[in-house]
């Protein structure tokens, strides 16, 4: 059981249903895509109402869910060391480099 | 900055789909007087499921119910306007300027919302005979009657399992959950009769499929799925309702009041 509140009730069922991330895949061939997010009691309903948010105009042939408990994200916090590091290698870009006369086929 | 910078925007013209099928064709006395009945047990149904609109336990079930409730506008706009072109008339005038007596919807279909068990036992009786229903009618030899049967029964299949899928979770969910779904059930399940029963219409129409013969389908699903959801069947005696000829239980009365109000109101108003 829930802590009991502030009140010093409880009721069963007050509990919010636990968060799923949605991907929608829009057409075949194309990668599945973050549509957004929902609450659901559990799995089966989750893609069900993913059905009904987020294909409601025919935006989807394929849908996953996944417990939003079970991402793991970058910590927005430590972006700085996280992402920042690639500035200023330009070395790490193709178009860095010259491309050599007389190499064929570049 | 430069106009190159500035990204074009545009919106990608949707092709919509016509909103109505069966289209051009005109029904017959019997066809309209069966379409009539039929559609008006969605208009109903999709009338009394829109007023959980802000209402669920949770948003994604406002948004569910909501999509249900389109669903059989759709298929009630399909039915009456078929239903119309028998009787001169539009759809909106068949759904807003009829009186209570000449409304063919069955008793199960203006049953109260009550609480949420309510509402889920209810859409799994309808949903269930709906279901059996269309995919009996879309052989039929009316060409109108089958092709709007043949659209709705996909969207039928996935307000069956919705009801379904509650079911199982009020009835394995608490104690409370439980005996609320178990009441429902009970309260609810003597309507079902009313929607087996044969009648002159019938007799005369072979376009449609007797009721009669929907019945075992019928209830060997609901038997199916009480059975996984580990409930008894209700004991109950039959409604006597008789909706299909006009009579009506008083629940009707109020749901069309708050139906019909705006059209009667502004008669030929638009948007």
């Known amino acids: ?106 | 900055m430069s106009a190159e910078a500035e990204p074009s925007v545009t919106v990608t013209d949707v092709e919509l789909d016509a909103e109505l099928t069966s289209t051009g064709l005109v029904a017959s006395a019997d066809e309209a007087e069966y379409a009539l009945r039929i559609g008006d047990d969605s208009l109903i149904l999709a009338q009394q499921l829109g007023w959980w609109i802000s209402r669920a336990p949770e948003l994604e079930e406002d948004l569910a119910l909501g999509n249900i409730a389109l669903d059989l506008l759709g298929h009630a706009r399909n039915l009456l306007h078929f239903a119309g072109t028998a009787l001169g008339k539009t759809e909106d005038e068949l759904a807003y300027f009829r009186d209570e007596h000449e409304f063919r919807s069955a008793w199960l279909f203006e049953q109260p919302n009550g609480d949420f068990g309510h509402t889920i036992a209810r859409g799994l009786l309808t949903s269930a005979y709906q279901f059996e229903l269309y995919t009996q009618l879309a052989a039929s030899s009316s060409p109108g009657l089958a092709g709007i049967a043949a659209k709705s029964v996909k969207e039928v299949a996935y307000h069956r399992d919705h009801a379904v899928q509650w079911i199982l979770r009020l009835a394995g969910g608490t104690d409370e959950s439980r005996s609320r779904i178990e009441r429902a059930l009970i309260n609810t399940w003597p309507y079902l009769d009313e929607l087996f029963r044969d009648d002159e219409l019938h007799d005369r129409f072979e376009g449609a499929p007797r009721p009669s013969a929907l019945r075992e389908p019928v209830m060997s699903v609901l038997r199916q799925v009480l059975a996984e959801a580990e409930l008894d069947e209700p004991k109950t005696t039959e409604s006597s309702g008789d909706g299909r000829h006009g009579h009506h239980s008083t629940y009707l009365g109020p749901i069309l009041a708050e139906m019909q109000v705006l059209a009667r109101r502004h008669p030929g108003a638009s948007w």
């Open chain 1, 1 to 106: 059981m829930a802590t009991a509140g502030a009140t010093g009730e409880e009721h069963v069922g007050d509990e919010q249903w636990p968060m799923w991330e949605v991907f929608v895949r829009a057409s075949r061939g194309l990668s599945h895509v973050h549509a957004g997010s929902l609450h659901a009691p559990d799995e089966t309903m989750a893609l069900r109402n993913a059905r009904d948010l987020y294909t409601r105009r025919g935006e989807g042939v394929s849908i996953w869910v996944v417990p939003a408990s079970e991402i793991t994200t970058s910590d927005p916090g430590s972006k700085e060391a996280f992402f920042e590091s690639p500035a200023g290698k330009n070395y790490r870009h193709a178009t860095y480099y010259e491309k050599s006369q007389g190499v064929p086929h570049l």
